[in-house]
């Protein structure tokens, strides 16, 4: 697996625009950092930097986040550990501001909008700091923290940072399918998941649902923890308590899998010493929405893409020791029944996509009537497979169509009610039982990457009909931007030096 994960460790390498650091350990109220700026704010031991970046392939669009800042690890390997807003982008000559209020913004100068804020202008904030542990804080005046970082984790946990019931990790979003991976704790275990519906990975804890948070110690060991601080469950990485490892960190990477990195100075690299998932076949969705993963000959997992075109007709092609999965919608139909009864119903059902027929003394025959679907092949696996070749595999949407119009305030509250409550919460109760609901998801997902604030990531009119007829799939949209609220202005700390004690 060595190759899948240098690729995930650094793929789509971030490019960090500051060049002067700000070091010190009190970050005053009316402190600011610019596009334009090339400044940033450092923890007092200068291990961590905080402000704006941009990907490589993105030089107009910038995120604000936390990386490793040593002068022992290269620049190219100093890697984000924090995002704020996990997704969020802005234009050049964006500005991010500690407001006298006591409110660290991020203000879009290309939208005329607020990307992201803490919300604590009623917090009494009187100043920030970046500890030497990574975490970004505010403080009131009697130094107690009031917001932090750690609270609102991305895709990473650092040492003594925790992760509570409430909080999720989520790998960064490289495509329609990673974007959907989370890890979260339910009913006393940690679980990696696919959407919300799909668990492929458990930290399968026999104690009761008592824990209460998951951390990472500074060892190296992921442990989960009741309500007494009693480890109940652990592992360790590969070099637990090793005394010459001094950065440690985990993520949920883009492929799915979580992972423990360390440093080597050594090596100059970054390792992975721990993966909740052995095989990445396990991961679901590895090879997409229409691939199933197998191993090479060298070990490492491919992706096999079953589906070809045909003039007419379909044909139904066998695939031993490998389970599929339908995605979007992932309910299979399960029925009992001998293999050449399962293939025959595919064959006259025009919806049928494919089916796996289990190997396990239960005959159980799983029919997919979605064209979205995923598996992994393995010689243990006794399950067979079959998929009619002749269906065209449907493409995901493209992220760089252009349209205009961004959203306004009230997409802000009706995101947040869809996310927490599904689309019933959103649609109209005089409606009924006369509305469709996966038509009206499809809908709701459309029209907000439509208000998407990059005007680059929002939907062409043909996408738009695609969606909306169910013949071209879309993944979760980001929560579109505030507008800003009356009486706050971009340039509300641009009088201001940069403070700092």
Partial sequence: MGNLESDVLFIGFLLFIFTSPISSSTIQLGSKISTFERTHWVSSNG????????????????????????????????????????????????????????????????????????????????????LDNGNLVLLD????????????????????????????????????????YSLTMADGELKLNWETNITYWKSSVSASPSSASAVLTKGGAFQLLDRTARVVWSRSGDDHDDPSVNYRFLRLDVDGNLRMYTWHDSSGSWRSAWQAVGNQCEVFATCGLHGVCAFGANGTAECKCPFAKCGSGSAMVAMKHTMLYGLYPPEDAVARASADRCRSSCSRDPACTSITVTG???????????????????????????????????????????????????????????????????????????????????????AFWCAH???????????????????????????????????????????????IS
Wanted: charge should be negative.
């Fill in 141 to 180: 005046n009697g130094g107690r923290i009031v917001w932090q970082s750690f609270a609102t984790p991305s895709d990473t946990l650092m040492p003594t940072q925790s992760l509570s019931s409430a909080q999720t990790l989520r790998a960064a979003s490289r495509n329609a399918v990673s974007s959907y």
């Fill in 360 to 446: 396990d003394g239960n005959a159980e025959c799983r029919m997919k009537r979605t064209r979205f679907i995923t598996g992994y092949e393995h010689p243990s696996i006794a399950s067979v497979s079959y998929v009619k070749v002749c269906l065209d595999p449907i493409a995901v949407m493209p992220t760089n169509a252009s349209a205009s119009t961004p959203g306004r305030r009230e997409c802000g509250a009706v995101y947040e009610e869809w996310v927490e409550g599904g689309v019933e919460r959103v649609v109209d109760g005089r409606i009924g039982g006369r509305v469709d609901y996966e038509e009206a998801e499809r809908a709701l997902r459309i």
């Fill in 453 to 499: 604030s990059d005007r680059r990531m929002r939907p062409a009119m043909g996408e738009v009909v695609g969606v909306l007829e169910g013949t071209l799939a879309v993944d979760l949209p980001p929560a579109p931007p505030r507008i800003l609220e009356e009486g706050v202005e971009l340039g509300e700390c641009s009088g201001a030096s940069d403070m």
């Fill in 47 to 130: 291990h961590f930097a905080f402000g704006f970046f941009n990907r490589s392939d993105q030089p107009n669009q910038y995120s604000v986040g936390i990386r490793f800042n040593s002068h022992s690890i290269p620049p190219e390997q100093q890697t984000l550990i924090w995002v704020a807003g996990a997704d969020v982008s802005v234009g050049p000559g964006s500005l991010l501001c500690l407001t006298k209020a006591g409110d660290l913004t991020l203000s879009d100068a290309s939208q005329g909008s607020l990307a992201w804020s803490t919300n604590t202008s009623q917090a009494s904030v009187a100043s920030a700091s970046l």
